[in-house]
């Protein structure tokens, strides 16, 4: 219980840090909120009156304690929905994402002028959706190819391997989509070119150029690694023990070093899965695809504030549950960590 109140504790520190940090920066972009909110043609007198609504004549500090106050509170009435016919909130609560009672207030989005919680919750699903398909790939390329590797070692197979994820790693994200886009969509028009859909299936047809190519290029490099642990792991006494009792390579590699090797990969998967739900900005933008990456780079060219902390803060969240998520999993894949949690708790 301490150990995870510590990792609680840490957790809230980072996005209290990664908050503060986001809010001071916006605060130093070349723009006028107020101006933004107002439109190239208003009225001097108009902006003015923006700029008192929103707070911006306050100093910066009383604008930072004011976002933070606002940020996380609990209250009884109901906050913004996606539900564009239900009951509009009170004028306290009209920019309020709710979990039950508590509120998530990260202001209004300057130039789409709607709440950022909302907008952000629109967006949200289609990030984790994408981040899972691409991860899926990831796995299936990855690890497959290491095991590959790894059976047929000092082979041609794994020679090549080897060799072409080098050249891999160097091809850019968006070159490998817009090949993909190019083989798959515009020669053999098997797949859409780009967008979201409209149905269930049109939008399971558009996922999987964006996951093929995310998975793709996070696979070779998850192969280049699962391929070194394993080769180490194969270099240990226990597998060395293993083969000289007569076991065949098959069963050394997949028992006894795949669960060893299993370990640091984990992190790297869990990472990766807090990275694909906020950081696919390239893939997001090439694909058309509605995430909350996509989301955020319209945010900094629109030099939009509220959108852009919020983004910041629901990609940080991402990546540190996925940290929290992948320590949690370290005593279910090692038993020696059971082992020293069990001695620093005495039970």
């Not at 957790?11 to 723009?31: G, K, M, N």
């Not at 981040?131 to 070692?153: E, N, R, S």
């Amino acid at each position: 219980m301490t150990r995870f109140l510590r990792r609680i504790l840490s957790t809230l520190l980072v996005l209290f840090a990664v908050v503060s940090a986001t809010f001071f920066v916006s605060q130093v972009l070349p723009s006028d909120p107020a101006r933004l909110v107002a439109g190239p043609q208003a009225r001097p007198k108009d902006v003015e009156r923006i700029r008192l609504q929103l707070g911006l004549d306050r100093p910066v500090l009383v604008q930072y304690t004011s976002y933070l106050r606002r940020l996380v509170h609990v209250s009884t009435e109901s906050g913004a929905s996606l539900d564009l016919a239900a009951a509009p909130p009170s004028e306290a609560h009209k920019n309020c994402g709710t979990l039950g009672p508590v509120h998530f207030d990260l202001g209004r989005s300057y130039q789409m002028r709607r709440p950022v919680a909302v907008l952000i919750a629109e967006r949200f699903p289609r990030s984790i959706a994408l981040a899972i398909a691409a991860l899926f790939v990831q796995l299936l390329v990855g690890l497959g190819l290491a095991l590959w590797g790894t059976l047929t070692p000092n082979g041609r197979v794994d020679r090549a391997l080897y060799r072409g994820s080098a050249v891999g790693l160097s091809v850019p994200t968006f070159v490998l989509g817009i090949v993909l886009q190019y083989i798959f969509a515009y020669r053999l028009a098997w797949l859409p070119i780009d967008g979201f859909g409209e149905t269930f299936l049109a939008r399971a047809h558009a996922i999987v150029l964006p996951a093929l190519t995310l998975g793709i290029y996070g696979g070779i490099g998850f192969y280049r690694m699962a391929r070194s642990e394993l080769q180490n792991a194969l270099g240990e006494d226990y597998a060395r023990s293993a083969r000289a009792k007569g076991a065949a390579r098959t069963r050394v590699v997949l028992v006894h070093a795949l669960r060893n090797a299993a370990i640091p990969l984990v992190t790297v998967i869990a990472l990766d899965l807090g990275t694909l739900i906020g950081g696919a900005v390239v893939t997001e933008s090439l694909f058309r695809w509605p995430g909350v990456a996509a989301l955020s780079v319209s945010a900094l060219l629109d030099r939009d504030g509220p959108l852009l902390l919020g983004t910041v803060l629901v990609t940080s969240i991402a990546i540190v549950l996925s940290n929290l998520f992948a320590d949690s999993l370290y005593s279910i894949v090692d038993p020696r960590m059971r082992g020293k949690e069990r001695a620093v708790t005495g039970r």
